[in-house]
Each structure stands twice: as C-alpha cells, then as structure tokens.
C-alpha cells in the first residue's frame, strides 16, 4: 500500500511540475507553485525528487519515453512514407496539445540553460532527425510532392506542431491547427 500511495505522490508531482514548466520554462517554474497547486509540501517533493533539476530530468525522461513509444509504434500505415510522416505529425500534434508531461518536456529540451544543471536530452534532435529521414523517403516515394529540401521541410514541420502561438496570434491556436496550415501551405490539404 505505501509503495503505491509512493507512485501515486511522485505521478501527481510530476505532472504538476509539468503544467509548471510548460507553462514558466525551467528558470521560470517555482517548487513552491508545484506543490501548493496539489496541497502538498516541499518536504513531499524532496522525498521524491533531490532537486529542481532532478524533476525537470524526471519530467524530460517521461517525454523521451511517450517518444520512443510513438517512434516505435508497430502499426505500419498503408501509402509509404508520406502517410507514415502524417501520421506521426498528427500524433505528435495531439501530444502537444494533450499532453502536457510531453509538453514541459519539448519546452525543457530546448532550453539550453539545463546543460547547466545536467539535464540532457536528445529529444529534440531525435525528432527531427527521424522526420527528416521519413521526408526524404516520402519524396523518393513520390508520396510527397513539396519541393523543398527534406532538412528544412522538416523543420517547418517540426516547428508547426512544437511551436507555440505566435505574438499576435490567438493564444488558443493548437498545434494540430498549425499543422492543418502548413498541409494547406504546400498544398498537400489536411493530414
């Protein structure tokens, strides 16, 4: 029972510091705003975690993790490289918006202030690296027709779906809204 209520605890604490990084970045959250939004004490989170980085590591862990589920997913889609790459911007784009331990974890791997405090990740890297191979594919396929070169076309795409609202934007824009303009944008219609 006292390993599960454990479990139970750390599960809660990360995912309040999840809504707190994703929404402050690393140097912007607050231990004492994660623990007040769950009724709980710092004393509770030090039991569970040493340190601020050591939670932004457990948070960006978990990001890595729901990553390499998504990457390795079995389900093979049918129309090549072009409906796998769609599928996998769909799935991350509901991630984004859904998913708010992926969410913090995307915002902690792109900070670089986190190499200070041992934090690492290849999240980022990962990500682009296997959707640019997934375009270049798709073009030799033919089952992609955007022209562009496959680095850059996966940046954009990569950028449409993690990117947050843009100045002036509506802050309510999704990722998968900014992934439907940028299907539209190239003229491939909606994934």
């Not at 999840?18 to 959250?29: C, D, I, K, L, R």
């Not at 791997?109 to 798709?138: F, G, N, W, Y």
Request: overall charge positive; charged content about 20%.
């Amino acid at each position: 029972m006292s390993q599960e209520r454990s479990a139970r605890t750390r599960r809660l604490l990360l995912r309040a510091a999840a809504v707190e990084f994703a929404a402050h970045g690393y140097s912007g959250a607050h231990l004492k705003t994660v623990v007040a939004g769950i009724g709980m004490t710092k004393g509770a989170l030090y039991g569970h975690f040493a340190s601020k980085a050591a939670l932004a590591e457990s948070v960006l862990a978990e990001g890595v993790r729901t990553w390499q589920d998504l990457r390795s997913d079995p389900v093979a889609p049918r129309g090549g490289a072009g409906a796998e790459l769609r599928r996998l911007a769909v799935r991350l784009a509901r991630l984004m918006d859904d998913d708010v331990v992926f969410r913090a974890a995307v915002r902690l791997a792109s900070e670089p202030q986190l190499i200070a405090c041992d934090v690492k990740s290849d999240l980022l890297a990962d990500m682009t690296e296997h959707t640019t191979a997934l375009v270049v594919r798709a073009q030799r396929e033919g089952s992609l027709t955007a022209v562009f070169p496959p680095e850059a076309f996966s940046g954009l795409l990569t950028a449409a779906i993690l990117g947050g609202p843009q100045p002036g934007a509506d802050t309510g824009t999704t990722s998968r809204a900014r992934l439907g303009g940028l299907w539209n944008l190239i003229g491939s219609g909606s994934p």
